[in-house]
């Protein structure tokens, strides 16, 4: 196991994947399964039009002085692309417009990936305390983000409106 391997972290992650999935199971897909298509997929993008919180890795105090520039600017922007992408497919969704569900398409597979990626240069970082307030991000708000994208990817498979 690698030096910097956080038991506590890890197991309040997978907590949060596997609470996250149990509510999207048994209470949050019922319910978007009986919503016209359009609304189901506008109320899951309204949930990540909350995702600029990850600018606040860019901000100093919110996270500890040893975390990298780097790290806080590319986790920082990539939230709030997926934001902005967010909102445009909420607005799209709302007024139909032609391009809507390939905004969605695109806005979910943007915030999965930039997730993952968040995921992934996390691990390379090690130390998840360098997070600092900033914890309850990876540690709870990205599961939940990340079962909702996976819901918003069931939907769009489903045939259309």
Not at 45 to 68: D, E, I, Q, T
């Amino acid at each position: 196991m690698p030096a910097n391997f956080n038991l506590p972290f890890v197991l309040s992650v997978v907590g949060a994947f596997l609470t996250s999935a149990v509510v999207a199971a048994t209470y949050v897909w019922p319910a978007l399964r009986a919503l016209p298509y359009y609304e189901a997929l506008r109320l899951l993008a309204a949930f990540h039009a909350f995702r600029f919180l990850g600018m606040n890795f860019m901000v100093a105090g919110f996270v500890s002085p040893k975390l990298s520039s780097d790290f806080a600017s590319k986790i920082g922007w990539g939230d709030l692309i997926a934001a902005v992408l967010a909102l445009l497919s909420m607005a799209a969704l709302s007024w139909r417009w032609p391009i809507a569900i390939p905004l969605v398409w695109i806005f979910n597979i943007w915030g999965t990936l930039d997730l993952l990626n968040a995921y992934y240069m996390g691990v390379k970082l090690g130390d998840p305390g360098q997070f600092g307030a900033g914890i309850y991000i990876p540690a709870l708000y990205v599961p939940l983000l990340l079962v909702s994208h996976v819901l918003v990817f069931m939907i769009l498979l489903k045939p259309g409106p």
